[in-house]
């Protein structure tokens, strides 16, 4: 079984950086695919960054050239910079074993409890 603790959300203003990490415990961290999503109330939860094994990143749109996905060990960050109030959600961490669609939710089959992130203007 896997486990997975987000940390770092906060409440920043716009143009300013956050952090985000994920511990991960349970299983051999390095084989698993690794994802960041967000989420805000009435809304779909979106993709937002992924990387796979073999340290290939996947990024949504909204946030390229923003947000940088990374893993040390059994910890993912998530590093969020020039952020803007559209932003603000509560950030997910999630783990599965392959991920030919990176940024899809429907894949994951592990789940952290999310932090939330809000961007001022």
């Known amino acids: 079984q896997v486990q997975l603790v987000e940390s770092g959300g906060g409440s920043v203003q716009a143009g300013g950086s956050l952090r985000l990490s994920c511990a991960a415990s349970?299983?051999?961290?390095?084989?698993?695919?690794m994802g960041w999503f967000r989420q805000t109330p009435g809304k779909e939860r979106e993709g937002v960054a992924a990387i796979d094994s073999g340290g290939w990143t996947s990024y949504a749109d909204s946030v390229q050239g923003r947000f940088t996905i990374s893993k040390d060990n059994a910890i993912t960050y998530l590093q969020m910079n020039s952020l803007r109030p559209e932003d603000t959600a509560t950030y997910y961490c999630?783990?599965?074993?392959?991920?030919?669609?990176?940024?899809?939710?429907?894949?994951?089959?592990?789940w952290g409890q999310g932090t939330q992130v809000t961007v001022s203007s």
């Open positions: 349970g299983y051999i961290y390095s084989t698993y695919c």
């Open positions: 999630a783990a599965v074993r392959r991920c030919p669609k990176p940024l899809d939710r429907s894949q994951y089959n592990s």
